[in-house]
């Protein structure tokens, strides 16, 4: 199936460990993201990358670094947990990283922090 | 479940009824707006998009009306089914392809 797939589905974890989160698409996108979706439902984007290269990084703490080792992979490894880092965490994808592309999300990692 | 204690706005609409869903976006210089539909434990999925130089696009069952004037966006849907119960949420580009997600709609269909 051509699509946008992550793992885990689900993640529990303690706080302070050190955890990843892998995301792959096989559309032949150019652009990948990484979004945090909060209790509330609302979505925020943190990072994009274009062809391997990082083009968005929002206000994330550092302790949240994206790795794209080729332009079909994103992952997000998550440094020193904390209880507030407990979100569903999605990677999309686009085709090229212009304005007006529609992005294809993946279904998703629930992270929970105990 | 994930949307236990969540208060979204909600619209509850009888099966084969019209749904309406408004959002209102900040930036007026974001030129292309997307709908996008996430049910209960999946991603979002797109429904729907329109660039700024068109103020209404019909899809299947689903039509887009953008008032740039005074900044907003809805999303109708015709013959509304159960298939269609999930959060409805807007989204404009910003540039770089920086999506900004509105507040999430919950569509309930009652059958």
């Known amino acids: 199936d051509t699509a946008v797939s992550q793992t885990p589905k689900y993640l529990v974890t303690q706080m302070g460990n050190d955890k990843s989160i892998k995301c792959e698409q096989n559309?032949?996108?150019?652009?990948m993201y990484w979004y945090k979706q909060d209790s509330k439902k609302f979505l925020k984007i943190m990072f994009s990358y274009n062809n391997k290269e990082l083009i968005i990084n929002e206000t994330v703490p550092n302790r949240f670094s994206p790795k794209s080792p080729d332009k079909a992979h994103l992952n997000l490894h998550i440094n020193s947990l904390e209880l507030g880092d407990s979100a569903v965490y999605f990677c999309?994808?686009?085709?090229?990283?212009?304005?007006?592309?529609?992005?294809?999300f993946g279904p998703g990692t629930r992270l929970l922090v105990l | 479940g994930e949307s236990v204690g969540l208060h979204l706005p909600t619209l509850s609409v009888q099966e084969g009824d019209n749904s309406i869903i408004n959002c209102a976006y900040s930036n007026s210089a974001s030129d292309y707006f997307i709908w996008y539909k996430q049910e209960s434990g999946k991603g979002p999925q797109f429904i729907i998009d329109i660039r700024s130089n068109m103020d209404k696009r019909q899809g299947q069952r689903v039509t887009v009306l953008l008032n740039k004037t005074v900044k907003h966006l809805s999303l109708q849907i015709a013959a509304t089914q159960p298939g269609d119960s999930a959060v409805y949420f807007c989204?404009?580009?910003?540039?770089?392809?920086?999506?900004?997600f509105g507040k999430g709609n919950q569509v309930v269909v009652i059958p």
């Open positions: 559309l032949g996108h150019d652009t």
């Open positions: 999309a994808s686009s085709p090229r990283a212009v304005r007006q592309e529609t992005q294809y």
């Open positions: 989204a404009e580009n910003r540039g770089n392809n920086r999506l900004a």
